[in-house]
């Protein structure tokens, strides 16, 4: 079973930035998409971005393009959501996902594309 850990969460002003780390145990998976989703309050949970086919590519969901930036290391063990110029619309519990089979480029912030999902980790971006 594939194990993913968020970390990084918290509560920032307008303007701030935060890094969330999601710790990716595969144990034997091939993990071909890695990416951060976001559920607020009172709305449909959010793909923000993706990395995939073995890092090289990425791709964002248009409200937070430019701001944000994803990216893993090397091994893929550790992938990363540097958040910057937070607005309180970011406001959400933003979890960690990967996906078990390849996704097209068109469908990575699809979550029906992924199969294991961490427990999530708050973010709050206060006005």
């Known amino acids: 079973q594939v194990q993913l850990v968020e970390s990084g969460g918290g509560s920032v002003q307008t303007g701030g930035s935060l890094t969330l780390s999601c710790a990716v145990s595969n144990y034997g998976y091939i993990l071909y998409s890695l990416a951060w989703f976001r559920e607020a309050p009172g709305k449909e949970r959010e793909g923000v971005a993706a990395?995939?086919?073995?890092?090289?590519?990425?791709s964002y969901a248009a409200s937070v393009k430019g701001r944000f930036t994803i990216s893993q290391d090397g091994a893929g063990i550790t992938m990363y959501l540097q958040m910057n110029s937070l607005k309180p619309e970011d406001t959400a519990i933003y979890y960690c996902?990967?996906?078990?089979?390849?996704?097209?480029?068109?469908?990575?912030?699809?979550?029906?594309?992924?199969?294991?999902w961490g427990q999530g980790t708050q973010v709050t971006v206060s006005s």
């Open positions: 990395i995939y086919t073995g890092g090289r590519y990425t």
């Open positions: 996902v990967a996906a078990r089979f390849p996704v097209d480029s068109d469908s990575v912030l699809s979550e029906v594309k992924y199969h294991f």
